[in-house]
């Protein structure tokens, strides 16, 4: 399902995600057919559900034009010894 889709069926609304496809640009991920797994009412659900998200599964708000996620590169420690 287009994420469009998904903002005309649940205007205003959190909803949780299965991200099916995206592209990525520079250091972001584009998202553009999804699954939608649910639609969340309250603010405060919607964020423990997004807090437990792990992998393709997301929590967004249908307020946005598009699902962009900023990709963070992991900062290890190389060499440490103790």
């Known amino acids: 399902m287009k994420w469009s889709e998904v903002r005309k069926m649940y205007p205003n609304q959190y909803v949780k995600l299965n991200i099916i496809d995206f592209y990525l640009e520079n250091d972001k ?32 708000h249908t307020g946005a034009e598009e699902i962009v996620i900023e990709m963070r590169k ?5 060499g440490m010894r103790l």
Not at 30 to 58: F, G, H
Not at 74 to 78: C, E
């Open 29 to 60: 991920k584009i998202v553009t057919d999804v699954a939608l797994i649910n639609v969340i009412e309250d603010p405060k659900l919607a964020t423990k559900e997004l807090l437990k998200s792990k992998d393709d599964t997301i929590v967004y």
């Open 74 to 78: 992991a900062i290890g420690f190389r």
